[in-house]
């Protein structure tokens, strides 16, 4: 299990947000405010592993391009750590907290975990900037319950009910506790939602978000997203939601079933944005897993957050008799980072080449740039008796990583080896080189799949964002430059094709 | 994917029920009469793939002896097929078409769906001579909705009410349907129970049963198996249960979280026996997974049961605060199975050999027979940093599996990398060829586990039968013959390892 660094680490994703050196977990603090995004997150910048986190903190103003800035929320000593949250603006001043003077955009609360060995509590913090500086709350904390596992609090305003609601994660007796305040400062409790699906270990990081339907974005459903870990299906940490109703004091689960928001196994801790522009629901997953988030190569910085993504629900087919109202994930529009190609907008379904008697390679590309960043789109044929496609991610050194689709009358498993790539790799870990797999029902007779690649992390949306599956790999000596796609007694489409490049920071 | 036999491919389980001929899935019809357990299984004797299945029987006084008998039940014709079901005694003759000259232990009833192209239902077929030979009733069917997917009906007498009770698949719309009857001939609806956890593309092979506590045989609770695929978190097909009450009319199930009966891949379609003769609750699964059944290597048959289990119920804990009431699984007991041998009673600890200067070999034996077929057990230290158990289980020709055990502050992972050892072989799947994981919570300071390889089945029980975990995997060029543990960084024991053989057939 020893650790080396590869070559390549020194090279960041193009497009997905790291931080300038520390340890980053959990997305922070989502709020939108006078054009910027911000995204804080969970930093400990003293060490390339996890512990003694504060908030880092990045803005964006097309949740492609960040700007890292300053620590905007400190551990006031070292015995004490500042957990996740969130942050609110605090327009109308319902905290009393800011003068007359501050704009109204520019009134800010976080809402975050103060934690200590042993106890966990709710603190609070006003920046009277726009989420640059924060200043503690000077009667901190505003929630106590006593309790060493209580933490990561989520606040939205509740219009119907004219109050702040805050979930936040009871985590080792597997509950979402619903507070209530008119001023983010007294909280009273208003429930506690007991989750269905898989427990786990623990709770964490609960996110209340009223999310619209895809084909008509007046009407809404609640969606409370739930990151449990270790116990995810995969093995380690993953994030499972909900869909409801919430009627300002009780959230109530359509129904008791598993739902997950990510099938890979490094999409956790996931968060929404509050007060988007458009009210629609943004949001960002953390894109690693506690089973070895401390031992992935890295030299100044470690980890990555998924891309932004924008979230809808539909019906989506379980099969021919029955669907479910389920989490509709659509990554942020990357058109703005695509280099021009010639060959974007051609579709590739026949055979170029034969590397076997029954297998066509259709598609094969060497990037122009070294970016190590590309996407990609394919309709892939259902078929009842077993087809094989492969997408192929190789470096220049001939190391490779795998996307396989194999179609059946069951439907469609797709999968990641993560075990092969490290023949030969100085990087080692029992937890990380399974094969991640996830299914797709055969309820459709094309199945279309987009999937982004982006020098260490591989996000991959099947049906119209009806799936989604975000997972990390790491290739030896260098980021990966051609895309080769074969196919084994099926019809496939091979389309959209582009280079992905970083943007010139705003 | 071309499938080619293995040379060891004639070699049978030396414990595991395995069919004479043709394939094998789902167990049927398991009762208990007269000292005889009876199996009856799914069975195409035509093919060594699924379909036209018809009932095969079997028959044990041990539960680790089998003796083939006839098929049980047979297709009436070809377009029509014996799907699965269960066996009850009809000791009070309530059907009223036995003879008051059959013996009420002779009494057996089979309650199966008859699938034909885009209908099944529920028929009966009578047995007075003990469950060998059946004749259908003249009036089938006994249960017809009209459904394409309705089937596996699974009954018990239920006393309290006085009635006959079945449970069976709404396949496609997640339900599980109760019916009472009180002549195993009329049936009138009693409920629908709208299940929890994960539901995958659909529902089978309910099972209804009553498992008493581990601790007090005197208290129990209502267990209801769930069969589903696919959409098994690790891919396929698996058994999912609910642990509950049942009134007579409906079952309510305790919580809504998801609980899988083993955390395998190979361990589907889970029954127990009818009238058992200690009253308690003996079961047993198919030891393969609807994803690759029909393609694992094979010459004359397909596929094994697992060994029997006896079921009882726990609080196991999930973390510090939280227990959850578990199905505890333990194989049958082997010691009648097991070759004497002077070191089973002997514990390792000490490391006798180094292959690294952190990696310990603390264990190494050379089977003596070849029966491929061993047990041993293990108790592992719970760590915080990181450490590895490795168990290598390896053939003559140096072709190995191994189950690794990675320790840290979250639990114990618990793997066995199937992908691995396709290295060599002439056979390949891409769906089988998975690291298969599971994992135990950090909640107490040593693991115990329990091991019992068998040819190509190897069944892992953790933590006194609180976590199953139950894989097939296929060595190629002999069975294997050498066990050998290693440790990294922690204090393992290995115990009670046994050779096990094929016993007499009675």
Same mark, same amino acid.
């Given at each position: 299990?020893?650790?080396?660094?590869?070559?390549?680490?020194?090279?960041?994703?193009?497009?997905?947000?790291?931080?300038?050196?520390?340890?980053?977990?959990?997305?922070?603090?989502?709020?939108?405010?006078?054009?910027?995004?911000?995204?804080?997150?969970?930093?400990?910048?003293?060490?390339?592993?996890?512990?003694?986190?504060?908030?880092?903190?990045?803005?964006?103003?097309?949740?492609?391009?960040?700007?890292?800035?300053?620590?905007?929320?400190?551990?006031?000593?070292?015995?004490?750590?500042?957990?996740?949250?969130?942050?609110?603006?605090?327009?109308?001043?319902?905290?009393?907290?800011?003068?007359?003077?501050?704009? =109204? &955009? !520019?009134?800010?609360?976080?809402?975050?975990? /103060?934690?200590?060995?042993?106890?966990?509590? +709710?603190?609070?913090?006003? %920046?009277?900037?726009?989420?640059?500086?924060?200043?503690?709350?000077?009667?901190?904390?505003?929630?106590?319950?006593?309790?060493?596992?209580?933490?990561?609090?989520?606040?939205?305003?509740?219009?119907?009910?004219?109050?702040?609601?805050?979930?936040?994660?009871?985590?080792?007796?597997?509950?979402?506790?619903?507070?209530?305040?008119?001023?983010?400062?007294?909280?009273?409790?208003?429930?506690?939602?007991?989750?269905?699906?898989?427990?786990?270990?623990?709770?964490?990081?609960?996110?209340?978000?009223?999310?619209?339907?895809?084909?008509?974005?007046?009407?809404?459903?609640?969606?409370?997203?739930?990151?449990?870990?270790?116990?995810?299906?995969?093995?380690?940490?993953?994030?499972?939601?909900?869909?409801?109703?919430?009627?300002?004091?009780?959230?109530? =689960? &359509? !129904?008791?079933?598993?739902?997950?928001?990510? /099938?890979?196994?490094?999409?956790?801790?996931? +968060?929404?944005?509050?007060? %988007?522009?458009?009210?629609?629901?943004?949001?960002?997953?953390?894109?690693?897993?506690?089973?070895?988030?401390?031992?992935?190569?890295?030299?100044?910085?470690?980890?990555?957050?998924?891309?932004?993504?924008?979230?809808?629900?539909?019906?989506?087919?379980?099969?021919?008799?029955?669907?479910?109202?389920?989490?509709?994930?659509?990554?942020?529009?990357?058109?703005?980072?695509?280099?021009?190609?010639?060959?974007?907008?051609?579709?590739?379904?026949?055979?170029?080449?034969?590397?076997?008697?029954?297998?066509?390679?259709?598609?094969?590309?060497?990037?122009?740039?070294?970016?190590?960043?590309?996407?990609?789109?394919?309709?892939?044929?259902?078929?009842?008796?077993?087809?094989?496609?492969?997408?192929?991610?190789?470096?220049?050194?001939?190391?490779?990583?795998?996307?396989?689709?194999?179609?059946?009358?069951?439907?469609?498993?797709?999968?990641?080896?993560?075990?092969?790539?490290?023949?030969? %790799?100085?990087?080692?870990?029992?937890?990380?080189?399974?094969?991640?797999?996830?299914?797709?029902?055969?309820?459709?007779?094309?199945?279309?799949?987009?999937?982004?690649?982006?020098?260490?992390?591989?996000?991959?949306?099947?049906?119209?964002?009806?799936?989604?599956?975000?997972?990390?790999?790491?290739?030896?000596?260098?980021?990966?430059?051609?895309?080769?796609?074969?196919?084994?007694?099926?019809?496939?489409?091979?389309?959209?094709?582009?280079?992905?490049?970083?943007?010139?920071?705003?």
């Amino acid at each position: 299990m020893t650790v080396i660094a590869n070559r390549n680490e020194g090279q960041r994703p193009a497009l997905h947000f790291t931080p300038k050196i520390g340890f980053m977990n959990d997305p922070n603090g989502l709020v939108y405010s006078k054009g910027v995004w911000h995204l804080y997150y969970q930093l400990n910048d003293r060490n390339l592993v996890a512990g003694h986190p504060e908030w880092g903190h990045a803005t964006s103003t097309d949740l492609l391009t960040w700007k890292w800035h300053e620590k905007a929320i400190k551990a006031p000593s070292d015995h004490e750590s500042i957990f996740s949250g969130c942050c609110v603006v605090d327009c109308n001043n319902t905290s009393g907290e800011f003068d007359e003077s501050t704009g =109204s &955009d !520019d009134r800010i609360v976080a809402i975050y975990t /103060l934690h200590t060995q042993g106890h966990q509590t +709710q603190d609070i913090a006003f %920046s009277s900037d726009g989420g640059y500086i924060f200043t503690p709350y000077k009667h901190n904390p505003v929630l106590d319950i006593g309790w060493a596992d209580f933490r990561d609090p989520k606040v939205l305003w509740h219009a119907l009910s004219n109050q702040w609601v805050m979930v936040v994660a009871k985590c080792h007796q597997f509950k979402v506790g619903f507070y209530g305040s008119p001023d983010l400062v007294h909280w009273h409790h208003l429930s506690d939602f007991e989750g269905a699906g898989v427990r786990g270990y623990q709770y964490e990081m609960p996110n209340l978000v009223e999310v619209p339907f895809d084909d008509d974005n007046q009407r809404k459903k609640w969606v409370l997203f739930l990151s449990i870990g270790p116990g995810a299906p995969l093995g380690g940490s993953f994030t499972q939601y909900y869909v409801g109703e919430f009627d300002g004091t009780n959230f109530t =689960s &359509d !129904d008791n079933y598993l739902r997950t928001a990510d /099938l890979g196994k490094d999409w956790y801790a996931a +968060q929404t944005w509050f007060n %988007s522009p458009d009210g629609k629901a943004y949001g960002i997953g953390w894109a690693s897993n506690w089973q070895y988030c401390n031992r992935v190569p890295a030299e100044r910085y470690r980890s990555a957050m998924s891309l932004p993504r924008k979230f809808t629900v539909r019906e989506v087919p379980l099969n021919a008799n029955t669907k479910s109202l389920s989490l509709i994930s659509r990554p942020i529009d990357l058109s703005i980072a695509r280099l021009p190609s010639n060959d974007a907008a051609m579709v590739y379904t026949n055979g170029s080449a034969k590397i076997s008697p029954s297998i066509d390679v259709i598609y094969q590309r060497h990037m122009q740039g070294s970016t190590g960043a590309f996407e990609f789109k394919l309709n892939i044929k259902s078929v009842t008796s077993p087809a094989r496609v492969t997408v192929d991610i190789a470096n220049p050194s001939g190391r490779s990583v795998q996307l396989n689709f194999v179609v059946d009358d069951q439907g469609m498993f797709i999968s990641m080896d993560r075990g092969r790539i490290r023949t030969g %790799s100085s990087w080692d870990h029992p937890l990380f080189d399974d094969k991640v797999c996830m299914w797709v029902p055969s309820t459709q007779t094309v199945y279309d799949v987009h999937v982004i690649i982006d020098v260490y992390v591989c996000e991959l949306f099947a049906i119209d964002g009806a799936y989604a599956f975000t997972n990390t790999f790491f290739l030896q000596d260098g980021v990966a430059s051609t895309l080769t796609v074969s196919q084994e007694v099926t019809d496939t489409e091979v389309f959209d094709v582009y280079e992905l490049c970083p943007l010139a920071s705003a």
